[in-house]
Nanobody
């Protein structure tokens, strides 16, 4: 089973950028689709973005479209989430998760229940 470790979180001012990394070990990342999720206090965990094994398909939740970019470097066994124009409402713990596919609900939102491997999370705080 793959092990995942997120990094790159921190405190950033509104409008600023951050790049999160999800590093894999135990198995090569090209076996997996990778999803990014976030969990803010008092809210349900939300699917933010997902990238297929071949990078041919990507998904973004509406609130981050045009601001976030997911990418992967299978040679480095790492997936990235570039976050630009950050807003206070992006504040959350961000998690990456791995499974064979990106899974979606009937409403087209990214599902978390089918992802088998999860990292420990990294805190992102957007505040002035």
């Amino acid at each position: 089973q793959v092990q995942l470790v997120e990094s790159g979180g921190g405190l950033v001012q509104p409008g600023g950028p951050l790049r999160l990394s999800c590093a894999a070990s135990g198995r090569t990342l090209d076996y997996y689709a990778i999803g990014w999720f976030r969990h803010a206090p008092g809210q349900e965990r939300e699917g933010v973005s997902c990238i297929s094994r071949s990078s041919s398909s990507t998904y973004y939740t509406d609130s981050v479209k045009g601001r976030f970019t997911i990418s992967r470097d299978n040679a480095k066994n790492t997936v990235y989430l570039q976050m630009n124009s950050l807003k206070p409402e992006d504040t959350a713990v961000y998690y990456c998760a791995a499974d064979s596919l990106c899974y979606f609900s009937d409403y087209g939102t990214l599902l978390d229940v089918d992802f088998g491997s999860w990292g420990q999370g990294t805190q992102v705080t957007v505040s002035s």
